[in-house]
């Protein structure tokens, strides 16, 4: 039996966790003086509401060895092997922290950088938790999970890049993007980082690039699922997207929030899709 950890980054719901048996390990989120886990002890609506106060950015930080150790013995008390799949490692120290942990499991402990984040990586904890569950080995589950790593994104829309730029997650050149009147950045995660995507005249214009972005997307892979992520007040534009995109050949995975960590890169009035082939 393989049993699945991953990080809080994955914005997988409780439910989601529950039913697949993953163990999600919460990152941290330092704003205000205090250190707090994230998906559990603090909000993106905390860290807005506390930002349009005065407090100063929040920056954000990995779990320990020491916490991914803690889970990794307590799944090998029920499973042989686990397989450890987390964002990126050129967004994070995460996957580099886990792999420490790993060293002193006598190799039943596999860690896996996922290269993506928030439901990219989601969706590959899922896939690996239902690959395990149908008896499938490690070496076929990582094989799968790579094969979809090449060709999975995320693709959305901020407000403002000043929260990537701030916390280092984007160039300054890419930034001034933001700055032009009335025009959405189009950002990507693929390849394990954040990159310039394009950019749109309105919002209108920006949620009419993710949606044709997608169906090109189904056309070129096939089979394909999406995620629809946003951060809180994103939800109706989620919908709008959904019931476009209905009857396109793309696996509707439903609509999940950016946790706190996500969000306080993203900021406020982040929406977009991820997307992974079926096979």
């Known amino acids: ?81 686990v397989l450890s799949v987390h964002i990126s490692g050129q967004l994070s120290g995460t996957v580099g922290s886990a792999r420490l942990a790993a060293q002193d499991f006598g190799g039943k402990v596999t860690v896996l950088d996922s290269h993506t984040t928030a439901m990219g990586l989601g969706m590959q904890a899922i896939r ?8 499938r ?21 901020v407000d403002t890049l000043d929260f990537l730029r701030m916390n280092g997650r ?10 032009l009147l009335n025009i959405k950045p189009i950002l990507a995660v693929r390849g394990g980082k954040v990159d310039a995507a394009g950019r749109a005249r309105g919002a209108k214009k920006a949620q ?27 939800e109706a534009t989620l919908e709008e997207m959904r019931a476009t995109l209905a009857g396109s050949g793309i696996e509707d995975f439903g609509n999940h929030k950016f946790g706190a960590v996500i969000a306080t890169h993203a900021g406020p009035g982040t929406y977009g899709l991820a997307l992974e082939p079926l096979n």
């Open 170 to 179: 984007i160039g300054g050149a890419a930034a001034l993007l933001g700055g």
């Open 208 to 234: 009419a690039d993710i949606v044709q972005f997608a169906r090109d997307y189904a056309q070129q892979h096939g089979p394909v699922r999406a995620s629809f992520i946003c951060t809180d007040g994103g």
């Open 137 to 157: 080995s490690m070496a076929e589950i990582v094989t799968a999970l790579e094969r979809v790593q090449a060709n999975a994104v995320i693709r959305f829309t």
């Open 128 to 135: 690996a938790a239902q690959m395990g569950r149908e008896g």
């Open 1 to 81: 039996m393989i049993s699945i950890v991953t990080d809080s980054t994955s914005d997988l719901t409780l439910e989601e966790q529950q039913q697949h048996a993953i163990v999600s390990v919460p990152l941290y989120v330092l704003f205000g003086g205090q250190m707090y886990k994230d998906g559990l002890e603090i909000t993106p609506a905390d860290i807005f509401k506390g930002l349009r106060e005065g407090k100063k950015t929040p920056s954000t930080s990995q779990p320990s060895p020491a916490e991914f150790a803690q889970a990794y013995s307590r799944a090998l008390e029920t499973a042989d092997e």
